[in-house]
């Protein structure tokens, strides 16, 4: 699979595109679908009823490994913290992949900023209903809440149908992230390549236009990763964003210093 989605990602930027769009039109309907049907069965009061208290919360055996690991896990309030921000953070991050892209698309100057105000919206959104209409039209306990029960939600709301749907959804969705997050690191490599921070053969290009070794590399980095436990994963690449994301910032500030007229 990680071959055929990479083989796509070789034809060009147009055809992950376009691909994105289906995808996103494909892995949103059914929480739309959801949150229309379930407004009706909305009771307020189920909104308010907190956490349990921490000795009241049993843990799986994924949660206890994290609690007792080289970094536990404060439990507060009937939270476990650090992996509760962990993927928080996974699931909010990499808006800034999109300035990989900033060369081939005319007039980003105003694109971006509008692109990026309407994919924060979306995001929040697309979060924030879906759970709110799960939380208020469905009895359920906190200890109901693990990997793949907003399907269960949606087939109590909806039916065994939008169940199957919205598991379709999360699988389809994975492959558009799979292909927009490729095309960013390939392109970010060949971009680095250009400006003589890396060997000069990752500036080459495919008949495609697209970053051929870029693509390469990070297909060899997915396969030999893909044996690794998902949530050691998830807590590796939040690392490594978080200090990119230090190294961003720090760019910023510096450019805003030595060109505060906005020419570099």
Known sequence: MTLVLAWINYRGLEIVGTLSILV????????????????????????FVGPLDPEEVQMDDDSMRQATSFFPS????????RPFLNNLFWNLNSFD?????AGEIADSGSVFPRAMALGTIFVV???????MVSLGATNTIQSDWNEGYLAAVAAKIGGPWLGA?????????????FEAEMSSDAFQL???ARRGLLPKILSAQSTYGTPTYGILIGTLVIVSMSVADFS??????????????????????KLRISHPHGTY
């Not at 949103?28 to 049907?37: D, G, Q, T, W, Y």
């Not at 404060?74 to 913290?81: A, D, E, F, T």
């Not at 050691?232 to 500030?253: D, H, K, P, R």
């Open 125 to 131: 959104a697309g979060y924030f209903f879906p759970l």
């Open 24 to 47: 996103c039109i494909v892995s949103m309907s059914p929480f739309v679908i959801m949150c229309l049907i379930g407004v009706f069965k909305i009771e307020p009061a189920r909104w």
């Open 165 to 177: 749907w919205t598991v379709l959804a999360a699988g389809i969705a994975n492959l558009a992230l």
């Open 232 to 253: 050691a994963l998830v807590e590796m690449l939040n690392f490594a964003y978080s200090l990119s994301l230090l190294m961003e910032y720090a760019a910023f500030i």
């Open 97 to 101: 992949a999109a300035g990989s892209f």
């Open 190 to 192: 060949m971009g680095m």
């Open 74 to 81: 404060p439990l507060y309030g009937g939270v476990m913290w």
